[in-house]
T-cell receptor
Framework: NAGVMQNPRHLVRRRGQEARLRCSPMKGHSHVYWYRQLPEEGLKFMVYLQKENIIDESGMPKERFSAEFPKEGPSILRIQQVVRGDSAAYFC?????????????FGEGSWLTVV | DQQVKQNSPSLSVQEGRISILNCDYTNSMFDYFLWYKKYPAEGPTFLISISSIKDKNEDGRFTVFLNKSAKHLSLHIVPSQPGDSAVYFCAASEGGTSYGKLTFGQGTILTVHP
């Protein structure tokens, strides 16, 4: 049973470009979460999605960031017009419905570097 | 506003001894607490959790203690092994439909010396 798959693992973008990070949840999981870890900090919640629905986006920056989890295909975290401060590790996690904490599985992360 | 705090950035312990990692929180609505272990360039791996209705949960070498009145929890690892060397994150959630919305501490780097 494959785990949470994230790609790309590493992404380099110039300031002003767009970054797209993809996440395929574990088989059978219908809930996806995105977290961001800035250098020297803990992980911070960004957004919680179910298929075709955003449940909680209270951690998303108001501008340039968006997320989706379509009926078919992976969840996408999209960052438009990236700036140096967007450089971070972005982790996706998934869970089955009604998850408690120990059924939340994290992916290996996508490292975004903005130059 | 840091709702979950791990005040020790690092901890160094001798192999075979006990490692105690501490975590404090401020949000009274948190009712579920977790510890994750993380290696560089990898995602967090779940270790152990505890519900607010308990004050202790044990799983092998790992025990988590919760003191609700002090809003404090700790992770005990006995005996510590070199393979335990990693960054340990404390996390909390408000439960209900928000189980996956975790608030993390800043992490503590644990080094276990052979």
């Amino acid at each position: 049973n494959a785990g949470v798959m994230q790609n790309p693992r590493h992404l380099v973008r110039r300031r002003g470009q767009e970054a797209r990070l993809r996440c395929s949840p574990m088989k059978g999981h219908s809930h996806v979460y995105w977290y961001r870890q800035l250098p020297e900090e803990g992980l911070k919640f960004m957004v919680y999605l179910q298929k075709e629905n955003i449940i909680d986006e209270s951690g998303m920056p108001k501008e340039r960031f968006s997320a989706e989890f379509p009926k078919e295909g992976p969840s996408i975290l999209r960052i438009q017009q990236v700036v140096r401060g967007d450089s971070a590790a972005y982790f996706c996690a998934s869970s089955p419905q009604g998850a408690r904490g120990n059924t939340i599985y994290f992916g290996e992360g996508s490292w975004l570097t903005v130059v | 506003d840091q709702q979950v705090k791990q005040n020790s950035p690092s901890l160094s312990v001798q192999e075979g001894r006990i490692s105690i990692l501490n975590c404090d929180y401020t949000n009274s609505m948190f009712d579920y607490f977790l510890w994750y272990k993380k290696y560089p360039a990898e995602g967090p791996t779940f270790l152990i959790s505890i519900s607010s209705i308990k004050d202790k949960n044990e799983d092998g070498r790992f025990t988590v203690f919760l003191n609700k009145s002090a809003k404090h929890l700790s992770l005990h690892i006995v005996p510590s092994q070199p393979g335990d060397s990693a960054v340990y994150f404390c996390a909390a959630s408000e439960g209900g439909t928000s189980y996956g919305k975790l608030t993390f501490g800043q992490g503590t780097i644990l080094t276990v010396h052979p």
